[in-house]
């Protein structure tokens, strides 16, 4: 990926050429514009990092064309140069938003410091806006954990695909580990110094998509008193992972689709197109070609997401890492919680490997978890491994000995597991709203703590 996408805008032929001949050894890509009307023509159809502005053109001059710019995209770093400098104008021109005032001849190995430093400004403005938005950086995972011949192919599929530009699609059951894949796709990829930021698509409103994604306007609708950034054009530059896109509102992905194939968007109530350049990860447990048939899920965006596509293997497919895993989570339940490191019994390894595990890692997290809280000793046996009241779907063969308690309890596990741990979903289909379910997953304990 290159260092960026530089606009040029003069009408010397001389000082162009040898201003892109400079920038491109220096690994950057360069447009360029002889006039302000070719230079805001280029300004709203391309994405740039950074705009160079020669202060007199044959049509006006940059003082003219500053706040038009500006209108068009703030966030672009301008650079003023001119060869008839003053105190006035170097003012005047930095009041109207220019990152910078250089004089001509231009000294191109200043210039150079003065454009890496205007870009590395907005990267790490960019990193701080994600920083304090709702999209908290998550910690780094290790998605390829065992030696098995599914993972093995996943790792080889993973970085085949962090190398490209292209979408990927994410796929495989509850509890594979798509999130972390994605989140190790990003920092493997060209783009790994810039943010990347995660919506969940599952069990929210068109309203509420729309304003995460897009962002609006103030006064785009009630309550809207202050405008939002919204997640795509917070992540310029960087990645945006939307896990179970399959989810995702109809009437939504047309503007998804849009924003991917023009690298543009405008915000809920906005008239001005905003660019924005992101790679797109999605994730799904969904058959999502099914939902295609069934027209609930868009072909076009299915056919644009789906360019590079991974499976997660479950855990029944590579059993040789379970044992693995499993040590994996024992270690990071007992680490900082008080418990002594523990191990796991050869029966124990045995017993895990022979289950059909259908929620995955998050379920096997929850057999150790509950495991540790009633063994005894540092070896974890056979006998504390308890499958019956695993959050799997399935429940208790002795149910006519349950209480209406605990047969609640059980049926809430069956349908968050259903639900792929989605609270919102999970409570629509029990009936009964969000805070009583929340309130419920506080009653039942650690049973229900990883969702």
């Known amino acids: 990926m290159a260092k960026g996408k530089i606009l040029v805008v003069d009408d010397d032929e001389v000082i162009v050429f040898a201003v892109r001949n400079f920038l491109e050894q220096h690994g950057f890509v360069v447009d360029e514009a002889e006039s302000c009307a070719e230079a805001e023509i280029r300004f709203k159809a391309d994405v740039y990092d950074a705009v160079t502005l020669d202060y007199s053109l044959p049509d006006g001059?940059?003082?003219?064309?500053?706040?038009?710019?500006?209108?068009?995209?703030?966030?672009?770093?301008?650079?003023?140069?001119?060869?008839?400098?003053?105190?006035?104008?170097?003012?005047?021109?930095?009041?109207?938003?220019?990152?910078?005032?250089?004089?001509?001849?231009?000294?191109?190995?200043?210039?150079?410091?003065?454009?890496?430093?205007?870009?590395?400004?907005?990267?790490?403005?960019?990193?701080?806006?994600?920083?304090?938005?709702?999209?908290?950086?998550?910690?780094?995972?290790?998605?390829?954990?065992?030696?098995?011949?599914?993972?093995?192919?996943?790792?080889?599929?993973?970085?085949?695909?962090a190398a490209t530009e292209s979408p990927i699609l994410i796929q495989g059951e509850t509890g594979t580990g798509k999130s972390e894949l994605a989140r190790w796709l990003h920092r493997n990829s060209s783009r790994a110094s810039e943010a990347m930021l995660?919506?969940?698509?599952?069990?929210?409103?068109?309203?509420?998509?729309?304003?995460?994604?897009?962002?609006?306007?103030?006064?785009?609708?009630?309550?809207?008193?202050t405008e939002k950034v919204g997640l795509l054009e917070a992540a310029h530059r960087g990645t945006v992972f939307l896990d179970e896109i399959g989810d995702m509102d109809l009437q939504i992905q047309p503007k998804v689709l849009k924003a991917l194939e023009e690298k543009?968007?405008?915000?809920?109530?906005?008239?001005?197109?905003?660019?924005?350049?992101?790679?797109l990860v999605a994730a799904t447990h969904q058959k999502l070609d099914r939902l295609v048939q069934e027209?609930?899920?868009?072909?076009?965006?299915?056919?644009?997401?789906?360019?590079?596509?991974?499976?997660?293997?479950?855990?029944?497919?590579?059993?040789e890492d379970i044992p693995i895993f499993a040590q994996i989570l024992l270690d990071r339940l007992t680490t900082g919680s008080g418990f002594e490191a523990r191990s796991l019994s050869q029966e124990a390894r045995l017993k895990l490997q022979r289950h059909a595990w259908p929620g995955n890692i998050r379920e096997l997290r929850n057999v150790l978890e509950r495991a540790l809280m009633g063994m005894k000793g540092t070896t974890l046996e056979a006998s504390d491994l308890d499958f019956a009241s695993s959050p799997d779907g399935r429940l208790p063969?002795?149910?006519?000995?349950?209480?209406l308690k605990e047969l609640e309890r059980h049926y809430i596990i069956k349908v968050l597991s259903e639900e792929g741990g989605h609270?919102?979903?999970?409570?629509?289909?029990?009936?009964?709203?969000?805070?009583?379910?929340?309130?419920k997953l506080k009653t039942y304990g650690p049973e229900l703590s990883g969702f």
């Open 295 to 319: 027209q609930l899920f868009r072909s076009d965006l299915f056919y644009r997401i789906s360019a590079i596509q991974i499976t997660m293997p479950p855990l029944r497919e590579r059993a």
């Open 61 to 161: 001059n940059a003082i003219d064309l500053l706040p038009r710019l500006k209108a068009i995209d703030s966030g672009v770093p301008l650079i003023l140069l001119t060869g008839h400098a003053s105190i006035e104008l170097a003012v005047r021109a930095i009041q109207l938003g220019a990152e910078n005032f250089l004089l001509k001849p231009l000294d191109l190995p200043a210039f150079l410091v003065v454009l890496n430093r205007a870009l590395k400004n907005q990267q790490n403005h960019r990193k701080q806006f994600a920083r304090e938005s709702l999209y908290r950086p998550q910690r780094a995972v290790d998605p390829f954990i065992g030696h098995s011949m599914a993972v093995l192919k996943l790792e080889e599929q993973a970085r085949l695909a």
């Open 264 to 279: 543009r968007f405008r915000r809920m109530g906005g008239l001005q197109d905003r660019k924005v350049d992101f790679r």
């Open 397 to 403: 063969d002795s149910k006519s000995n349950l209480t």
């Open 423 to 439: 609270v919102d979903r999970a409570a629509k289909r029990l009936d009964i709203p969000r805070s009583t379910l929340y309130q």
């Open 198 to 225: 995660e919506l969940n698509c599952g069990g929210f409103t068109k309203e509420f998509l729309e304003t995460e994604l897009f962002g609006h306007e103030k006064g785009a609708f009630t309550g809207a008193v």
